[in-house]
T-cell receptor, first 114, second 115 residues
Framework: DTEVTQTPKHLVMGMTNKKSLKCEQH?????MYWYKQKAKKPPELMFV???????INESVPSRFSPECPNSSLLNLHLHALQPEDSALYLC?????????????FGPGTRLTVT | AQSVSQHNHHVILSEAASLELGCNYS??????LFWYVQYPGQHLQLLLK??????LVKGIKGFEAEFIKSKFSFNLRKPSVQWSDTAEYFC?????????????FGKGTMLLVSP
């Protein structure tokens, strides 16, 4: 099973809402990632977890809060988002965090902030 | 920090035409290089990767790429494209000897293959 799953597929939320994105993998990978992809743009790294610990935060605003409850799950909690946060949020995982590990991407959650 | 530039934002080809998508990176040290593809409505998939060794790398679906260190390039090629190759293609790089090795993506090239 080389699949990374993400739920929900689509999410519409208001600026005062609190919602969460979920990512799951069962490949035994120990590194998991959140990326943000705007239309016609490349993915941009937001967070990296390695062995369930946050190892990289690319200066992401605090209205995005990641959580890694266990080695298979990665959540992204959203609160007080802005319309410019509308994007495709991609989760990825790899066997380890090192450069020689291939990242496997999920299909993404398309988020619209109204 | 590393950066990646892809020369063409949009490429339109007819079926059976040959494809070459340009990718240049900017980083002075050792790099790993990747090409990812994103088919319409689907997730990013790895086409091929280069870590070391033979600079001509073969990937899935008949794609190949050549690493030319002196030109800081990693161009993607396919001798004969098919309609099903219509997709967005991203070149990416990471630097294994840097403090942390995160993927940096180019802006992508949208390939449209007409039947």
């Amino acid at each position: 099973d080389t699949e990374v799953t993400q739920t929900p597929k689509h999410l519409v939320m208001g600026m005062t809402n609190k919602k969460s994105l979920k990512c799951e993998q069962h490949m035994g990978h120990r590194a998991m990632y959140w990326y943000k992809q705007k239309a016609k743009k490349p993915p941009e790294l937001m967070f990296v977890y390695s062995y369930e610990k946050l190892s990289i935060n690319e200066s992401v605003p605090s209205r995005f809060s990641p959580e890694c409850p266990n080695s298979s799950l990665l959540n992204l909690h959203l609160h007080a988002l802005q319309p410019e946060d509308s994007a495709l949020y991609l989760c990825a995982s790899s066997q380890g965090q090192g450069a020689f590990y291939e990242q496997y991407f999920g299909p993404g959650t398309r988020l619209t902030v109204t | 920090a590393q950066s990646v530039s892809q020369h063409n934002h949009h490429v339109i080809l007819s079926e059976a035409a040959s494809l070459e998508l340009g990718c240049n990176y900017s980083y002075g040290g050792t790099v790993n290089l990747f090409w990812y593809v994103q088919y319409p409505g689907q997730h990013l998939q790895l086409l091929l990767k280069y870590f070391s060794g033979d600079p001509l790398v073969k990937g899935i679906k008949g794609f190949e790429a050549e690493f030319i260190k002196s030109k800081f390039s990693f161009n993607l090629r396919k001798p004969s494209v098919q309609w099903s190759d219509t997709a967005e293609y991203f070149c990416a790089v990471n630097a294994p000897n840097s403090g942390y090795s995160t993927l940096t993506f180019g802006k992508g090239t949208m390939l449209l293959v007409s039947p």
